[in-house]
């Protein structure tokens, strides 16, 4: 079988989407290396993201000048001609979006959703990027051909804002990268450590440090802990609002905002934690949660939505707008010294669903159906 995929996230995207992406990639070429895999890149990558091996993965990217420096239309209107020259059997938008233009109507088209936060919470967005957004999504999931949305909560949203019938999406879970999934030595971790400046006991929270993620009630729940948060991820202009209150609290000592963090010494951070907190108000999925638990990290997360998916049953969820109930959730579980591995045990059953293997076979097993 040809499987064509949307790459402009595996090149050029570092974060969410550009992970989820690449995994998919591998994932499929190791587990089903009888398919060939092409990957329609809309132009040349500055930043080897990803290399593909030429085997049974191939990079396409635009072959006539004129679509060469008008990419993002090769990308919309010309990639069909690229479909049929190269004989795809299915073409998969792995990021929300598919060609506005299909050449050729045969080929079976899947998309996957990540979420829709741009309808559901049109405040965090801006004007233009949320319609952006719900034109690029609307038009995908009226016109592909089967949804895989990455959470019940995601398929609800979709059902929900686009009017699409419910047997039209399937929810295909998301794993982590596979950097995540292995046992680093107690020297490696406290490396890693030593080199972020972090004390020997601290929390860790992943994410960008936006208005949404909600990292400030994380921030206010340890004012009066004795326990360091370490904070990774990139900052908008809400991190200004974080970063005033820890001053207007002389709370300096005991916040961390790490940059430059690669993705092997971030697993070893999660690892070298007590406990990772992630009070979003909202996520399509929540990957950090998944990158925790595979560390054997404890979690608290959010109440409602989609984190009881990724974070099961041995999670603790709080209410993220209620300071205290956070607070207390975190003193129980760090005074608590056989916490952290009693729960980390208890979560290889949950973990299942988000394996290499299992989501494999689910898209392959949907790939196959739809052909």
């Known amino acids: 079988m040809n499987i064509g995929y949307d790459a402009k996230r595996i090149f050029h995207n570092r974060t969410g989407l550009g992970n989820?992406?690449?995994?998919?990639?591998?994932?499929?070429?190791?587990?089903?290396?009888?398919?060939a895999y092409f990957l329609y890149n809309p132009k040349p990558s500055e930043n080897n993201l990803f290399v593909p091996n030429e085997t049974n993965v191939h990079e396409v990217t635009p072959r006539k000048p004129f679509s060469r420096i008008f990419y993002n239309l090769w990308r919309q209107y010309g990639v069909g001609k690229e479909l049929l020259r190269d004989k795809i059997d299915l073409f998969?938008?792995?990021?929300?979006?598919?060609?506005?233009?299909?050449?050729?109507?045969?080929i079976p088209v899947l998309v996957t959703v990540h979420d829709l936060i741009f309808l559901r919470y049109p405040r965090f967005y801006s004007f233009f990027d949320r319609n952006i957004h719900k034109i690029k999504h609307q038009h995908a999931c009226r016109n592909a051909d089967v949804i895989v949305a990455v959470s019940e909560q995601?398929?609800?949203?979709?059902v929900q804002?686009?009017?699409?019938?419910?047997q039209k999406v399937k929810v295909i879970y998301q794993g982590c990268q596979d950097v995540f999934k292995h046992t680093y030595s107690k020297e490696e971790i406290e490396k890693v450590r030593i080199k972020a400046g972090l004390p020997e006991k601290y929390i860790l929270n992943v994410g960008t440090v936006e208005e949404r993620k909600n990292i400030l009630?994380?921030?206010?729940?340890?004012?009066?802990?004795?326990i360091h948060l370490a904070i990774v991820g990139g900052e908008t202009p809400y991190a200004h609002t974080v970063r005033s209150y820890i001053s207007k609290n002389k709370?300096?000592?005991?916040?961390?905002?790490?940059?430059?963090?690669?993705?092997?010494e971030l697993a070893m951070l999660y690892q070298g934690a007590s406990l990772f907190i992630y009070p979003s108000l909202f996520e399509g999925f929540g990957i950090p949660i998944i990158e925790a638990l595979y560390s054997g990290t404890p979690v608290i997360t959010s109440t409602g939505g989609c984190f009881s998916e990724a974070g099961g049953p041995e999670s603790i969820y709080v209410?993220?707008?209620?300071?205290?109930?956070?607070?207390?959730?975190?003193v129980t579980s760090i005074n608590d010294p056989g916490f952290k591995n009693r729960i980390g045990n208890k979560t290889s059953d949950h973990l299942k669903k988000f394996s290499d293997e299992f989501i494999a076979e689910q898209y392959m097993q949907l790939y196959r159906n739809m052909v």
């Not at 998969?92 to 045969?106: D, M, T």
């Not at 995601?154 to 979709?158: F, H, L």
């Open 251 to 264: 709370m300096e000592g005991k916040v961390s905002f790490l940059k430059g963090i690669s993705n092997k």
């Open 20 to 35: 989820y992406s690449r995994d998919i990639t591998r994932i499929m070429s190791k587990f089903h290396p009888e398919n």
């Open 154 to 158: 995601t398929k609800r949203d979709v």
């Open 217 to 226: 009630t994380g921030v206010k729940a340890i004012r009066n802990i004795d």
């Open 161 to 166: 804002f686009f009017g699409v019938p419910a």
């Open 92 to 106: 998969h938008g792995l990021s929300g979006e598919i060609p506005v233009q299909r050449k050729e109507k045969k």
């Open 319 to 330: 209410n993220p707008g209620d300071v205290e109930e956070l607070k207390q959730a975190i």
